[in-house]
């Protein structure tokens, strides 16, 4: 009998250190490391040989491009005295501008991470660097000049490609409703 209590005593530590060492740790199940299969590098390839997948992911050319990371190379933000060095400054833009250009599930910071193989907390700091250099260099890099003519240009294709899409919505609701107004009427009833 004695011996029973004594196997019981020492299970029963051995389930209360596991307990403890549960508590401290705060993990029930240790997950893998995700698996990372980096792509910065296939945006050098893209920008030399093909520059439509560079400004699908991007979405910029890459002479915006260049011209973007010329104009922020040299702000403070991103020279430090640490040991730990930052990216490089393109690296840094390309994955503000890779999350920027994506919505929905491409745009979240895990898709980012992954594509980018690098971390959650060098995502955010690349986006508040980026920004904070964006944003002081603002009117020397984004403008919308009226009278210049790629101005122009790009406002009328953005025009274009609005009035496209607003007429192909209309035409798929065309042969359901008689009107707009019958399809307002539709909407609020629901």
């Known amino acids: 009998m004695l011996t029973i209590s004594r196997s019981f005593t020492e299970f029963s530590d051995t389930i209360e250190a596991l307990h403890d060492e549960v508590e401290k740790s705060c993990v029930l199940f240790a997950r893998p490391k995700s698996s990372r299969a980096p792509q910065l590098h296939l945006l050098e390839e893209w920008a030399l040989d093909h520059p439509e997948k560079f400004r699908r992911k991007l979405r910029v050319y890459l002479p915006i491009f260049e011209h973007l990371v010329n104009t922020i190379l040299v702000h403070p933000v991103f020279h430090n005295s640490s040991n730990n060095p930052q990216l490089p400054v393109p690296v840094q833009l390309t994955i503000f501008l890779n999350s920027a250009g994506h919505y929905g599930n491409a745009a979240t910071t895990e898709d980012i991470v992954e594509w980018a193989g690098v971390s959650t907390g060098t995502v955010y700091n690349c986006h508040q660097r980026v920004m904070i250099t964006l944003l002081q260099h603002h009117n020397a890099v984004m403008h919308f000049d009226p009278l210049y003519e790629d101005d122009q ?19 798929s609701l065309k042969g359901h409703f008689q009107s707009l107004h019958e399809l307002r009427i539709q909407i609020q009833t629901q």
Do not use: D, L, N, P
Not at 153 to 171: F, L, M, N
């Open 153 to 171: 240009i790009e406002r009328e294709r953005a025009k274009t490609w609005v009035r496209v899409r607003s007429e192909h919505g209309y035409g």
